[in-house]
């Protein structure tokens, strides 16, 4: 295994220090605690928290910034924050407006948020939750009861942090996710699985000639094998599947994700881009804004997936208010 680090078990650490070195106009970590919050607290708004395993870099803590989200916790590389790591967040960012907790759909995030969240309530702090789950591959997997959430979670995270941030309250919050986590879809593969540091090895074994469709993002093998083809082919299975949800229809406006999985070139998630828009066009679906690049990642695996949100008159305005993180400018 050749991976660029000290020793496995200060990974996490050290990249948290790093980032926030790297940002301290954004950032800043709680003493003793893998948590990162807004370096400026906002003192009037429903405050956002999300999180989860290491390892999906730029996803979380590269989303903490006005608009989006106030708070992110780190957990060992694929494993969930424990609840006293996500307790620590909600109460460094509430302020008695609210909070909303921004969870994946893998069993050990739901189970230690909701733990953090029930510590919460009984301190009397006002706490909501939802739940994104945007992996149409599969129905259950290895880490989850129904689907798995994925890259779609960015969007999650940013059209409730600039309905927060604008000054909407924690019901109104929640409702405006719900709704984004209602018309998100998305569905990945790899050309080459991702190397676990803790093993050393690689989470699942491809030939040559092989790609795995439908895979997770913490190196899940997906829901098949096939011989590798070119982009266009690949672009067409995943989009086959996100168009069977039925919630996409010629007329429509939607935002387009090109999600890199961490170790694909730029240049070939631009090539899928092109086809991605050229389909969506034959289908009479209009493409308000497109994202390209590495957004929600599983260490260095090469692969992307497709996210496609539906949008309406309130989804647009929120996805084009204007946002600053370390991961995500909009202005």
């Not at 069993?107 to 919460?120: H, L, P, Q, W």
């Not at 706490?127 to 009861?145: H, K, N, R, Y």
């Not at 168009?243 to 999985?261: C, K, L, Q, R, T």
Request: glycine residues 10%.
């Amino acid at each position: 295994m050749k991976k660029l680090i000290n020793r496995v078990e200060s990974i996490v650490n050290e990249m948290l220090d790093g980032m926030t070195a790297a940002f301290p106009k954004y950032l800043k970590r709680l003493d003793g605690y893998d948590v990162l919050v807004r370096t400026t607290v906002a003192s009037s708004k429903v405050a956002l928290i999300s999180g989860g395993g290491s390892g999906h870099e730029p996803s979380h803590c590269g989303y903490v910034g006005k608009g989006m989200l106030d708070a992110a916790i780190a957990g060992e590389v694929f494993t969930s924050p424990t609840p006293d790591q996500v307790f620590e967040a909600i109460k460094s960012v509430n302020n008695g407006k609210g909070v909303l907790l921004i969870i994946k759909n893998y069993t050990g995030d739901i189970m230690n948020f909701e733990m953090a969240a029930d510590m919460a309530r009984d301190e009397g702090i006002d706490i909501e939750q939802v739940i994104v789950a945007d992996d149409v591959a599969v129905e259950d997997s290895t880490w989850t009861t129904g689907r798995r959430g994925i890259a779609g979670t960015v969007f999650v995270h940013k059209i409730a942090g600039a309905a927060a941030e604008a000054g909407l309250s924690l019901p109104e919050v929640k409702s405006i996710a719900e709704k984004v986590i209602a018309n998100v879809r998305s569905m990945g593969m790899a050309v080459n699985p991702c190397t676990l540091p803790s093993l050393g090895r690689e989470s699942f074994d491809l030939k040559d000639d092989e790609i795995e469709i439908g895979i997770g993002i913490h190196g899940e093998p997906g829901t098949h094998r096939e011989k590798i083809s070119n982009v266009n082919s690949i672009c067409d299975t995943l989009l086959e599947r996100i168009f069977d949800e039925n919630i996409y229809n010629s007329g429509d406006e939607v935002a387009v994700m090109i999600n890199g999985m961490g170790g694909t070139p730029l240049m070939e998630l631009f090539i899928a881009n092109k086809y991605v828009n050229a389909v969506l066009a034959s289908e009479n679906i209009k493409v308000s804004k497109t994202f390209v690049g590495n957004y929600m990642t599983s260490l260095d695996m090469e692969g992307f997936s497709i996210t496609l949100l539906k949008l309406d008159s309130e989804l647009k305005k929120l996805l084009n208010a204007p946002a600053d993180t370390p991961a995500f400018v909009q202005f």
